[in-house]
């Protein structure tokens, strides 16, 4: 686990959701939240919420994948994506 990752997943646990388990997958980063949980309202809003948390991270910025779960569906979002990720041709 990078020291990008790990800053990632304290800052978030840190956060103290209740219910919600954040933790190293593979090298994304998992959030498992309540199954109540809606999707699309933390969908809308993790780009603005991510970008205002970052401020706290002085560490070299890194690709990471936050893949969001509810118990019945998920979704992934990328953090700084490279060059790669971003290339659809």
Same mark, same amino acid.
């Given at each position: +686990?990078?020291?990008?990752?790990?800053?990632?997943?304290?800052?978030?646990?840190?956060?103290?959701?209740?219910?919600?388990?954040?933790?190293?997958?593979?090298?994304?980063?998992?959030?498992? +939240?309540?199954?109540?949980?809606?999707?699309?309202?933390?969908?809308?809003? %993790?780009?603005?919420?991510?970008?205002? +948390?970052?401020?706290?991270?002085?560490?070299?910025?890194?690709?990471?994948?936050?893949?969001?779960?509810?118990?019945?569906?998920?979704?992934?979002? %990328?953090?700084?994506?490279?060059?790669?990720?971003?290339?659809?041709?």
């Amino acid at each position: +686990m990078s020291a990008y990752q790990q800053k990632w997943i304290a800052i978030l646990n840190n956060a103290h959701l209740a219910g919600w388990t954040i933790e190293d997958r593979d090298g994304d980063v998992f959030i498992d +939240m309540p199954h109540v949980t809606d999707l699309k309202l933390i969908r809308d809003n %993790l780009p603005q919420t991510l970008g205002l +948390m970052a401020l706290d991270i002085n560490l070299p910025k890194e690709r990471l994948k936050f893949i969001i779960h509810n118990g019945h569906e998920q979704f992934e979002y %990328l953090l700084n994506p490279a060059d790669a990720d971003l290339n659809t041709e």
